[in-house]
Protein backbone atom coordinates (compact mmCIF):
# COMPACT_ATOMS: atom_id res chain seq x y z
CA UNK A 1 0.00 0.00 0.00
CA UNK A 2 1.48 3.07 -1.00
CA UNK A 3 -0.28 5.71 1.31
CA UNK A 4 -1.83 8.95 0.21
CA UNK A 5 0.29 9.96 -2.56
CA UNK A 6 -0.20 13.32 -4.06
CA UNK A 7 1.06 14.86 -7.08
CA UNK A 8 2.85 16.89 -8.18
CA UNK A 9 5.94 16.97 -5.50
CA UNK A 10 6.69 20.85 -6.70
CA UNK A 11 5.32 22.89 -9.13
CA UNK A 12 5.59 26.90 -9.33
CA UNK A 13 3.40 29.03 -10.81
CA UNK A 14 2.37 32.86 -11.52
CA UNK A 15 0.37 35.09 -9.77
CA UNK A 16 -3.50 35.31 -10.88
CA UNK A 17 -3.10 31.83 -12.51
CA UNK A 18 -4.63 28.50 -11.58
CA UNK A 19 -3.92 25.49 -9.89
CA UNK A 20 -4.71 21.85 -10.21
CA UNK A 21 -3.27 19.39 -6.88
CA UNK A 22 -4.60 15.59 -7.00
CA UNK A 23 -4.22 13.29 -3.98
CA UNK A 24 -5.62 9.13 -3.92
CA UNK A 25 -6.15 7.94 -0.74
CA UNK A 26 -4.88 4.96 1.06
CA UNK A 27 -6.02 1.94 0.18
CA UNK A 28 -9.69 1.29 1.37
CA UNK A 29 -10.19 5.28 3.15
CA UNK A 30 -13.43 7.28 1.44
CA UNK A 31 -12.42 10.62 3.08
CA UNK A 32 -9.87 13.36 1.52
CA UNK A 33 -9.35 16.33 3.94
CA UNK A 34 -6.91 19.39 2.37
CA UNK A 35 -4.97 21.40 4.28
CA UNK A 36 -2.46 23.98 3.36
CA UNK A 37 1.05 24.74 6.03
CA UNK A 38 3.13 28.09 5.15
CA UNK A 39 6.87 27.86 5.95
CA UNK A 40 7.33 27.74 9.39
CA UNK A 41 3.43 27.56 10.68
CA UNK A 42 1.13 24.26 11.29
CA UNK A 43 -1.24 22.70 8.93
CA UNK A 44 -4.42 24.57 8.45
CA UNK A 45 -7.80 22.71 7.61
CA UNK A 46 -9.19 23.80 3.50
CA UNK A 47 -11.88 21.58 3.43
CA UNK A 48 -12.65 18.04 3.49
CA UNK A 49 -14.69 15.31 1.45
CA UNK A 50 -16.94 12.56 1.74
CA UNK A 51 -19.37 10.95 -0.65
CA UNK A 52 -17.89 13.17 -3.44
CA UNK A 53 -19.40 16.30 -1.54
CA UNK A 54 -17.70 18.72 0.65
CA UNK A 55 -18.82 18.21 4.09
CA UNK A 56 -16.42 20.38 6.01
CA UNK A 57 -14.80 23.91 5.38
CA UNK A 58 -12.43 26.25 7.09
CA UNK A 59 -11.57 29.73 6.77
CA UNK A 60 -10.52 29.70 3.25
CA UNK A 61 -11.85 32.03 0.84
CA UNK A 62 -14.17 30.23 -2.77
CA UNK A 63 -10.98 30.43 -4.44
CA UNK A 64 -10.07 26.87 -3.28
CA UNK A 65 -12.21 24.39 -4.51
CA UNK A 66 -12.22 20.96 -4.62
CA UNK A 67 -13.65 17.51 -6.31
CA UNK A 68 -13.89 14.04 -4.83
CA UNK A 69 -14.23 11.49 -7.53
CA UNK A 70 -16.20 8.47 -7.52
CA UNK A 71 -12.42 6.28 -6.92
CA UNK A 72 -12.22 8.62 -3.83
CA UNK A 73 -9.39 10.54 -5.39
CA UNK A 74 -9.40 14.13 -5.01
CA UNK A 75 -8.25 17.36 -6.65
CA UNK A 76 -7.91 20.77 -5.10
CA UNK A 77 -8.03 23.66 -7.17
CA UNK A 78 -6.90 27.47 -6.69
CA UNK A 79 -7.95 30.20 -9.08
CA UNK A 80 -6.43 33.50 -9.26
CA UNK A 81 -3.28 32.72 -7.06
CA UNK A 82 -1.42 34.87 -4.94
CA UNK A 83 1.77 35.07 -3.63
CA UNK A 84 0.38 34.36 -0.27
CA UNK A 85 -1.04 30.98 -1.35
CA UNK A 86 2.94 29.56 -1.53
CA UNK A 87 3.18 27.15 0.76
CA UNK A 88 2.93 23.08 0.88
CA UNK A 89 -0.64 21.30 0.27
CA UNK A 90 -0.91 18.69 2.17
CA UNK A 91 -3.99 16.00 1.63
CA UNK A 92 -4.88 13.49 4.76
CA UNK A 93 -6.85 10.94 4.10
CA UNK A 94 -9.40 8.79 6.50
CA UNK A 95 -12.61 5.78 7.36
CA UNK A 96 -15.41 8.30 7.45
CA UNK A 97 -13.73 11.43 9.10
CA UNK A 98 -12.30 11.24 12.65
CA UNK A 99 -14.35 10.12 16.10
CA UNK A 100 -14.07 6.60 15.23
CA UNK A 101 -10.67 6.25 16.45
CA UNK A 102 -9.54 6.11 12.70
CA UNK A 103 -6.57 7.48 11.91
CA UNK A 104 -5.86 10.25 9.39
CA UNK A 105 -2.75 10.05 7.19
CA UNK A 106 -1.10 12.47 5.20
CA UNK A 107 0.27 13.00 1.78
CA UNK A 108 4.07 14.06 1.43
CA UNK A 109 2.50 17.30 0.26
CA UNK A 110 2.93 19.28 -3.16
CA UNK A 111 4.73 22.71 -2.97
CA UNK A 112 3.59 25.28 -4.94
CA UNK A 113 5.39 28.40 -5.22
CA UNK A 114 4.01 31.40 -6.67
CA UNK A 115 5.92 33.84 -8.78
CA UNK B 1 -11.92 30.03 19.69
CA UNK B 2 -10.59 27.02 19.04
CA UNK B 3 -6.92 27.36 19.10
CA UNK B 4 -3.81 24.69 19.68
CA UNK B 5 -0.51 27.17 21.22
CA UNK B 6 3.04 25.61 21.39
CA UNK B 7 4.94 27.99 22.94
CA UNK B 8 8.08 26.84 22.09
CA UNK B 9 9.39 27.28 18.33
CA UNK B 10 12.55 25.14 19.26
CA UNK B 11 13.59 22.58 22.06
CA UNK B 12 17.27 21.90 22.19
CA UNK B 13 18.36 19.41 24.87
CA UNK B 14 21.39 16.85 24.80
CA UNK B 15 21.16 13.11 24.50
CA UNK B 16 19.49 11.22 27.67
CA UNK B 17 17.99 14.47 29.44
CA UNK B 18 13.99 14.24 29.88
CA UNK B 19 12.08 16.08 27.40
CA UNK B 20 8.46 17.96 27.55
CA UNK B 21 7.10 19.75 24.35
CA UNK B 22 4.42 21.97 25.69
CA UNK B 23 0.55 22.11 24.37
CA UNK B 24 -2.35 24.45 25.27
CA UNK B 25 -5.63 24.11 23.54
CA UNK B 26 -8.77 26.12 23.63
CA UNK B 27 -11.64 24.67 22.46
CA UNK B 28 -15.35 24.84 24.13
CA UNK B 29 -16.50 20.99 24.51
CA UNK B 30 -14.49 17.46 24.59
CA UNK B 31 -11.90 17.40 22.10
CA UNK B 32 -9.71 14.51 20.96
CA UNK B 33 -5.85 15.33 21.20
CA UNK B 34 -3.34 14.14 19.29
CA UNK B 35 0.12 14.25 18.50
CA UNK B 36 1.89 14.29 14.91
CA UNK B 37 6.08 13.90 14.20
CA UNK B 38 7.78 14.95 10.85
CA UNK B 39 11.22 13.44 10.60
CA UNK B 40 13.33 15.10 7.91
CA UNK B 41 12.10 14.67 4.44
CA UNK B 42 9.18 12.60 5.74
CA UNK B 43 5.66 12.71 5.62
CA UNK B 44 3.70 14.25 8.80
CA UNK B 45 2.79 10.99 10.74
CA UNK B 46 0.45 10.13 13.91
CA UNK B 47 2.72 9.83 17.23
CA UNK B 48 -0.20 9.24 19.30
CA UNK B 49 -3.61 10.15 20.21
CA UNK B 50 -5.11 11.07 23.87
CA UNK B 51 -7.62 8.34 23.74
CA UNK B 52 -5.72 5.62 23.61
CA UNK B 53 -3.27 6.23 26.25
CA UNK B 54 -0.20 4.36 25.11
CA UNK B 55 3.22 5.06 24.95
CA UNK B 56 4.65 5.25 21.61
CA UNK B 57 8.64 5.61 21.49
CA UNK B 58 8.95 6.16 24.52
CA UNK B 59 6.27 9.06 24.60
CA UNK B 60 3.35 9.32 26.68
CA UNK B 61 1.62 12.44 27.35
CA UNK B 62 -1.65 13.27 29.58
CA UNK B 63 -4.78 15.13 28.76
CA UNK B 64 -5.03 17.77 31.71
CA UNK B 65 -8.72 19.09 31.10
CA UNK B 66 -8.60 21.51 34.33
CA UNK B 67 -5.33 23.04 32.72
CA UNK B 68 -5.96 22.80 29.13
CA UNK B 69 -2.92 20.74 28.55
CA UNK B 70 -1.67 17.80 26.72
CA UNK B 71 2.04 18.13 27.14
CA UNK B 72 4.23 15.21 25.41
CA UNK B 73 7.21 14.25 27.18
CA UNK B 74 9.64 11.48 27.42
CA UNK B 75 12.35 10.43 30.37
CA UNK B 76 15.41 10.30 28.12
CA UNK B 77 15.73 11.24 24.63
CA UNK B 78 17.82 9.76 21.84
CA UNK B 79 18.96 11.68 18.90
CA UNK B 80 16.68 10.28 16.44
CA UNK B 81 13.84 12.04 18.44
CA UNK B 82 14.88 14.91 16.48
CA UNK B 83 12.07 15.91 14.24
CA UNK B 84 9.19 18.33 14.19
CA UNK B 85 5.90 17.88 16.74
CA UNK B 86 2.96 18.86 16.22
CA UNK B 87 -0.40 19.02 18.63
CA UNK B 88 -3.59 18.83 17.21
CA UNK B 89 -7.03 18.52 18.37
CA UNK B 90 -10.51 17.67 17.26
CA UNK B 91 -13.43 17.92 17.94
CA UNK B 92 -16.23 15.01 17.89
CA UNK B 93 -17.04 13.88 14.80
CA UNK B 94 -16.00 17.36 13.23
CA UNK B 95 -13.47 15.48 10.68
CA UNK B 96 -11.06 18.62 11.22
CA UNK B 97 -7.80 18.48 13.14
CA UNK B 98 -6.59 22.31 14.20
CA UNK B 99 -2.90 22.34 14.58
CA UNK B 100 -0.29 24.14 17.01
CA UNK B 101 2.39 25.77 15.34
CA UNK B 102 4.84 23.09 15.79
CA UNK B 103 8.07 22.65 18.04
CA UNK B 104 11.58 21.50 16.68
CA UNK B 105 12.85 18.87 18.83
CA UNK B 106 16.86 19.04 18.48
CA UNK B 107 18.45 15.97 20.53
CA UNK B 108 22.70 16.62 20.63
CA UNK B 109 24.82 14.30 20.92
Known amino acids: DAGVTQSPTHLIKTRGQQVTLRCSPK?????VSWYQQALGQGPQFIFQ???????QRGNFPDRFSGHQFPNYSSELNVNALLLGDSALYLC??????????????FGEGSWLTVV | AQRVTQPEKLLSVFKGAPVELKCNYS??????LFWYVQYSRQRLQLLLR??SRESIKGFTADLNKGETSFHLKKPFAQEEDSAMYYC???????????FGQGTTLQVKP
Open chain 1, 27 to 31: SGHDT
Open chain 2, 88 to 98: ALTGSNTGKLI
Open chain 2, 27 to 32: YSGSPE
Open chain 2, 50 to 51: HI
Open chain 1, 49 to 55: YYEEEER
Open chain 1, 92 to 105: ASSLQGLGTGNTIY
